[in-house]
């Protein structure tokens, strides 16, 4: 394996949410907070190795730090994806080990599914975060759900870790939606808000490995939640509520991370911030033909 940095304790992240953490939202994000850990949306390895920058752009300067997620299952795939992702400058890669969409779960082709599928075979997943480790020098992380369908008691949850930590490390991140998914029957929806939240579990996983790094997902919209989680974990991620309140992470700078002030000041400093990186961006993407239907939708829940 190459020389490796331990992954960084993240007390607060935002959630990878395709069509919600691009690029532009990552932009108004980092005009609120400085230090709350940004994540790019899931993107499929074989788009990187076919796409490159053009499908992932490379990480800018204010965006770190920053994690890009990849979905897929081939290790070989993966571990090309993954050096890309290095190239272009990201900090650190997570393997996608819990997304239950079924367009990513139920394909044809059974050795192409990813996502929460991963869960019922630990030692793919294995295989996947050693070849990704030996072929970057940047931290390697797994982002899984808390089981699988009728794989999901603690001692599952368990097997899955240990058998993935002889690859990861023993100071190895696990980001734990305490959710379980269901493959079948639930749209992806449906199994972030029907399956219920199981945090115990996800503290009792810290308690047995605290040599592992151990961020918890699910639920938690609230700071007197993140409070009361990172007493319990190591870390804190947030969901749908960064996207539909992103000013909830003004004062995140202080009272997360002890800065001695946050960057706005108000949130109409930082729409006309926005609006001046918007007037940019616009030109670009008119050129090219793309919908700007996103870069609005990030700054509407400021107004």
């Known amino acids: 394996l190459n020389a490796m940095t331990r992954p960084a304790r993240q007390p607060l992240s935002i959630a990878p949410m395709m069509e919600c953490t691009d690029k532009h939202y990552r932009y108004l994000a980092r005009l609120v907070t400085r230090h709350t850990h940004l994540w790019t949306e899931m993107v499929v390895d074989q788009a990187v190795l076919f796409g490159g920058e053009s499908v992932l752009g490379p990480a800018r300067d204010i965006e ?119 493959l079948k029957g639930l749209s992806a929806h449906e199994n972030r808000t029907i399956p219920p939240l199981r945090y115990n579990e996800v503290h009792r996983l810290k308690k047995e490995f605290p040599h592992l790094l151990i961020s918890i997902n699910g639920g938690i919209t609230t700071y007197s939640q993140v409070d009361e989680q990172l007493k319990l974990v190591d870390g804190v991620m947030i969901g749908r509520q960064a996207y539909k309140n992103p000013w909830m992470f003004a004062v995140a700078d202080e009272r997360v991370f002890g800065s001695s002030s946050n960057p706005a000041k108000n949130r109409r400093e930082v729409i006309e911030h926005y609006a001046r990186y918007a007037e940019q961006e616009l030109e670009v993407l008119a050129s090219k033909g793309i919908p700007m239907k996103h870069m609005v939708s990030s700054v509407q829940a400021l107004l």
Do not use: W
Not at 107 to 127: I, N, T, Y
Not at 132 to 154: E, F, L, W
Not at 171 to 178: D, P, S, T
């Open 64 to 182: 770190h730090p920053i994690t890009v997620q990849l979905g897929g299952s081939c290790p070989e795939r993966l571990a090309k994806a993954a050096k890309i992702c290095e190239d272009l400058g990201y900090d650190e890669i997570n393997l996608n080990v819990g997304c239950p969409s079924s367009k990513v779960v139920n394909k044809k082709e059974e050795s192409e599914c990813f996502g929460a599928r991963l869960m019922l075979d630990p030692p793919l997943v294995a295989r996947c975060i050693a070849a990704m480790r030996a072929a970057v020098s940047i931290p390697v992380t797994v982002k899984c759900r808390i089981g699988v369908d009728n794989k999901d008691t603690y001692e599952d949850l368990r097997r899955f870790v240990v058998t993935v930590m002889e690859a990861a490390g023993e100071e190895a991140h696990f980001v734990v939606h305490a959710r379980k998914a269901l």
